[in-house]
């Protein structure tokens, strides 16, 4: 059975920090809608009301994108071992970019990694929990290197134009609001 909430407690902060992979789903007015799935260690939990994660480098931008044109974002964290549950955070968003104010202050609670590329802020609003029933049992093996080992064999200045070729618009023609793309 659904149960909603208005914030995280401590519970379901455990719940998150033990979750290896999330999804973050996005949209503007017009277009596509943007599932995508997340992984390494790149989500904080700043207070029961807020989160942010951090988005490296990658083939899109479609989330950047859309959190210009609507700030609505919805992430789902699920169990694939244990005792089932699906856990959605609903809420608004904002894009932050290096450069940004808060960038610096933000970009510290991370591992320094190349291709770090935005950071997305969520401010929950409504928080939401189902029972995961149908959801199979899954064995974590790893997180993948591939994308970080890629972003550091780069030089800065050829990551900034990999965001200028593939990252400073969306699927759908939308601009992303990357810095010196």
């Not at 989160?51 to 992430?75: D, F, P």
């Not at 089932?84 to 104010?101: F, K, Q, S």
């Not at 064995?139 to 900034?160: F, M, N, V």
Request: proline share 4%; with cysteine; hydrophobic share 40%.
């Amino acid at each position: 059975m659904a149960a909603f909430l208005s914030s995280l407690n401590d519970s379901l902060i455990t719940f998150i920090k033990d979750q290896q992979l999330f999804f973050v789903a996005t949209a503007a007015s017009d277009g596509r809608i943007n599932l995508s799935p997340k992984g390494l260690d790149s989500l904080r939990i700043e207070n029961i009301h807020e989160l942010i994660w951090l988005n490296y480098t990658g083939s899109g931008n479609e989330t950047a994108a859309h959190l210009l044109s609507q700030n609505r974002m919805t992430m789902m964290f699920c169990s694939f071992r244990g005792n089932p549950l699906i856990l959605r955070l609903c809420g608004e968003a904002e894009v932050l970019h290096p450069g940004d104010p808060a960038w610096e202050n933000l970009i510290s609670q991370f591992k320094q990694t190349a291709g770090a590329r935005n950071i997305f802020r969520l401010r929950i609003e409504s928080v939401q929990t189902s029972c995961g029933y149908a959801v199979p049992e899954y064995a974590y093996q790893g997180q993948r290197t591939r994308l970080t080992d890629w972003a550091e064999s780069k030089e800065p200045e050829a990551i900034r134009q990999y965001w200028k070729d593939n990252n400073s618009m969306s699927i759908d023609g939308l601009p992303t609001g990357l810095p010196e793309a």
